[in-house]
């Protein structure tokens, strides 16, 4: 993003509501400059516009941020996440620990797995569980190597927390392996120095064993 919308951003964050005048004169730039790079921010889905009436006189069109924009400011959810499994794990055994992920991903393959459930083979499936992993913030993909499924992913969203407590790849596993209603195997893992984790994916022949403590599911 260009550093002109990042400073339009940051500016309507300290803000809250903005006239097209009043950015321009904040940041030294011409109205006509602006608004060029609040229409941008406007098809990103960043930015929203509101039609402003104060007193009396034409009402005046104010920019504000749009809930998606928070992502373009700087974070700390990983840490935070971090920092709570630490406590959880000073308070918790490990078999606990685990039987919390796997509830977890239980929980996340019924609230998003719908669609992929309702496909009728397992390609399908794991085509719609690609578009599903990509709103999660995975870049992932699948193929077939003869009679095997693989699928790929090319980056972890939970990098940070996966480096501190690298049980979190449990819910990975055993959210991929629910969704699909199938046997999941990790044949490769970035955390382990790979270019990416990969995922073998067979017919289920039997309700996989997701109850089992870390050191023990596989």
Same mark, same amino acid.
């Given at each position: 993003?260009? +550093? ?7 500016? &309507?964050?300290?803000?809250? %509501?903005?006239?097209?005048?009043? @950015?321009?004169?904040?940041?030294? !730039?011409?109205?006509?400059? $602006? ?10 889905? !960043? ?21 998606? *924009? ?8 990983? =840490?935070? *996440? ?5 406590? @959880?794990?000073?308070? #918790?055994?490990?078999?606990?620990? /685990?039987? &919390?992920?796997?509830? #977890?991903?239980?929980?996340? *393959?019924?609230?998003?797995?719908? %669609? ?5 083979? &397992? ?8 578009? !599903? ?10 193929? +077939?190597?003869?009679?095997?499924? %693989? ?9 940070? $927390?996966? /480096? ?9 596993? *055993? @959210?991929?392996?629910?969704? &699909?209603?199938?046997?999941?195997? =990790?044949? %490769?893992?970035? @955390?382990?120095?790979?270019? /990416? ?22």
């Amino acid at each position: 993003m260009s +550093q002109t919308r990042q400073q339009i951003l940051k500016r &309507l964050k300290e803000r809250g %509501r903005m006239t097209v005048a009043q @950015l321009a004169k904040e940041l030294g !730039l011409t109205p006509v400059t $602006v608004h060029y790079h609040l229409n941008v921010l406007q098809r990103q889905g !960043l930015v929203d516009a509101q039609l402003e009436r104060r007193g009396v006189g034409r009402p005046r069109l104010v920019f504000f941020l749009r809930e998606e *924009a928070l992502s373009q400011f700087p974070q700390s959810y990983h =840490r935070l *996440a971090a920092r709570l499994l630490n406590e @959880l794990k000073a308070r #918790m055994p490990e078999e606990e620990i /685990h039987r &919390l992920f796997i509830a #977890m991903a239980r929980e996340i *393959a019924v609230e998003h797995g719908q %669609r992929v459930r309702a496909c009728q083979t &397992l390609e399908e499936k794991l085509e719609a569980l690609v578009a !599903l992993l990509g709103e999660e913030g995975f870049l992932a993909r699948w193929e +077939q190597l003869g009679n095997e499924l %693989r699928l790929h992913q090319y980056n972890c969203p939970y990098n940070y $927390v996966v /480096h501190h407590h690298p049980e979190v790849c449990d819910l990975d596993r *055993a @959210l991929i392996s629910l969704t &699909l209603e199938a046997d999941v195997e =990790r044949a %490769r893992c970035i @955390l382990s120095g790979d270019v /990416h984790c990969t995922f073998i994916i067979k017919p289920q022949t039997a309700p996989p064993l997701l109850d089992l403590p870390s050191g023990t599911s596989g």
